[in-house]
């Protein structure tokens, strides 16, 4: 008999057999479960760190200034993340980013994702740094070098900058007008409002704005104010979430709604003209109204630029906000506002300055108000123009989509204004036209000047005193490579200086010497650090024209006890000065002393041997003769009468008068 078998096993392994692929697949599946339950959220960070990181939205800059920076940017997956930047490509300082996982109402990608923000610190002005982004080791944007470029600070007063408005739909208008003020090139950009239509919400924000100025974000600094359509989402909270603005309100409910900033000489005022404005008070010490007050007490820069949505001086059928009449143009026109750049109304208009809603002028105080809503967001239509224009209207049209470029040139601001075609709407010609001049007050220029005089320095002093007189012609190098020449009145002066460290070099003219400057010293050179906006004066120079003293020594020949003709001169007579310097009379018996510093002196003479002293020009028998001089001065017949000591003279002597020449 053959080896009986359980049925029931060999069943079993018929089946097993017959299914083998199955069996595999679920014995795998048994130890993946078995796997995730025993190592859980890291293996499942580890599964997801295999996969590359997907970048949803590109880095974006905010709070840009003078010594700091937020760079943000959002990924699918999470991880360690971390900006790197250096001035050069070795991208040796690196600073961590917070790391934050949000779940928005949105479609996909947008709707769950990692935010990263990166703050870097303690950066220098003007300056070109490159960064690049990682999350969990990888390099994300790395189709472009990522650089920006920091504020400049105060002591740049000359810049400009693109005005946006009304952007809100990634379209074919939106990126004519954008590709216009990229062309152009612009040092930050301003977008004053509903630049995510319709509804302001999530998608809005990806779709119409960060896809729509990425190559703009990534470099370039771009304020936002909060326009009507952001508040169509639940009073804006997708705007407020995506964005990192100034937290500045009075009120928390208010904070990144108004806020102000500063770039060069200009300090500039974000206003929040939806429900900030209508919740102005007067019963009210924290509202909008009470912090822009507080905000233009404290602002000490030469410009004052508002932006905001809603305009008030345009003259078109639509309605606006009454309160920015009531409650924000006083405190514009208070505070010496210069301009108030706004948008909401589909169109461009520019006014002269206006006070009192009147036509005034900007010595007067009138405030200039720039409305550009035709950013390219919807067609221009439905906002007609009032007829006549009122005459505070300098230039208005609402034709096609444009931006306006603003530049700040020390004391004077222009202006030129481009549609999505390139075609100019307002300006000078094709230059830019100036809106607003005051280029004649103090401090208007950030440029530093420096200025001073050179003199004849008549005692010797090295300051300016009684007698001391300019000096015109005389050669002013400055170590940057200018120089000038002082004119009639002795005045030099360097102008438009960046501020930093010179050295100012005095060039003696001929037959002159110097006798001191400004700092005291007698080298020809004056250092000095510049400021911004400093104008410093009195870098003043002293010159002198080397004095010279001669005189003779005579033997009295005829014994008269007097300088006559019948005196013959003596050589090789010892004459020193108390200034150290010695001499010889010469063959005819003559002495000098010349390139003399400025002062007083004392002439010895050392009687020769075999004579003794008997008279000088003053008078006296003492072989001494004190003498002052001045600049230029040429001191004449200091002369010595000697006589034999053998020979007793006895007599009166006269004294003949010294001349000076």
């Given at each position: ?516 400057d400004a700092q005291g010293a007698n080298d020809n050179t004056i250092a000095i650090d510049l400021q911004a906006i400093q104008s410093i ?125």
């Amino acid at each position: 008999m053959g080896t009986r078998r359980n049925p029931n096993s060999l069943d079993l392994l018929s089946s097993l057999s017959r299914h083998r692929p199955y069996f595999i697949r679920l014995l795998y599946l048994l130890v993946a479960v078995f796997l995730i339950g025993q190592l859980g959220e890291p293996l499942i960070r580890w599964i997801r760190a295999a996969e590359p990181v997907q970048l949803i939205r590109y880095p974006y800059l905010q709070q840009l200034s003078s010594d700091a920076v937020t760079i943000v940017w959002t990924t699918t997956e999470s991880g360690p993340s971390e900006a790197r930047y250096s001035t050069d490509l070795s991208f040796g300082n690196v600073v961590p980013a917070t790391s934050t996982f949000k779940s928005v109402s949105a479609t996909a990608p947008y709707n769950d994702y990692y935010e990263h923000v990166a703050i870097l610190p303690n950066l220098t002005p003007g300056t070109l740094y490159n960064y690049a982004i990682y999350t969990q080791g990888d390099e994300l944007a790395t189709d472009n070098q990522l650089h920006f470029r920091t504020n400049p600070g105060s002591d740049d007063c000359t810049f400009n900058f693109a005005m946006l408005g009304d952007t809100g739909v990634n379209g074919p208008r939106a990126q004519h007008v954008r590709d216009q003020a990229l062309a152009r090139g612009f040092d930050f950009a301003i977008n004053v409002g509903d630049l995510a239509y319709d509804q302001g919400n999530y998608d809005d924000l990806e779709i119409d704005f960060f896809n729509l100025y990425q190559d703009i974000l990534w470099g370039r600094m771009m304020w936002t104010a909060i326009g009507n359509h952001e508040y169509n989402t639940n009073s804006g909270a997708p705007y407020l979430d995506v964005f990192h603005l100034p937290q500045q309100a009075l009120r928390l409910v208010d904070q990144e709604r108004y806020y102000s900033f500063d770039y060069g000489n200009a300090h500039f005022i974000v206003l929040d003209t939806n429900d900030p404005v209508w919740n102005i008070s007067s019963g009210s010490l924290d509202d909008m109204a009470d912090w822009l007050e507080a905000d233009l007490i404290a602002n000490d820069s030469f410009w004052t630029i508002v932006m905001m949505h809603h305009p008030w001086y345009v003259s078109d059928n639509n309605t606006h906000p009454t309160p920015i009449h009531t409650q924000l143009v006083p405190l514009f026109e208070a505070y010496n506002v210069d301009i108030v750049l706004t948008g909401h109304d589909h169109l461009y208009q520019r006014t002269f300055p206006i006070k009192a809603d009147a036509l005034s002028t900007v010595a007067d105080g009138g405030v200039v108000y720039v409305t550009n809503g035709e950013g390219g967001g919807k067609a221009v239509v439905g906002f007609k123009f009032t007829n006549p224009a009122p005459n505070w209207s300098a230039s208005r049209s609402n034709n096609s989509a444009s931006y306006t470029h603003i530049y700040v040139d020390n004391g004077v601001m222009s202006l030129i204004t481009i549609d999505e075609n390139g075609n100019i709407i307002d300006a000078a010609g094709t230059d830019p036209i100036v809106i607003i001049d005051r280029s004649n007050e103090p401090d208007a220029s950030c440029q530093a000047n420096v200025s001073g005089m050179v003199y004849e320095d008549d005692n010797g002093d090295g300051a300016v005193s009684v007698g001391d007189t300019p000096l015109a012609g005389v050669q002013i190098n400055l170590s940057d490579g200018q120089s000038t020449t002082t004119n009639a009145n002795g005045f030099y002066q360097f102008t438009n200086l960046t501020p930093g460290n010179y050295t100012i070099v005095e060039i003696d003219p001929s037959g002159y010497l110097s006798s001191g400057d400004a700092q005291g010293a007698n080298d020809n050179t004056i250092a000095i650090d510049l400021q911004a906006i400093q104008s410093i004066t009195n870098q003043n120079f002293f010159d002198y024209q080397p004095a010279t003293i001669t005189g003779m020594v005579f033997e009295d020949t005829d014994d008269d006890g007097s300088f006559s003709l019948a005196d013959m001169p003596l050589e090789g007579v010892e004459i020193a000065l108390s200034n150290g310097q010695s001499t010889t009379t010469d063959a005819n018996g003559f002495y000098q002393f010349l390139n003399l510093v400025l002062g007083n002196y004392t002439i010895t003479e050392i009687d020769p041997p075999g004579y003794v002293s008997i008279l000088d020009v003053e008078g006296g028998n003492d072989n001494f003769i004190a003498v002052s001089v001045t600049s230029g001065d040429n001191i004449v017949e200091q002369n010595f009468l000697d006589k034999e000591s053998s020979i007793d003279s006895g007599t009166t002597f006269v004294y003949l008068p010294v001349i000076r020449k």
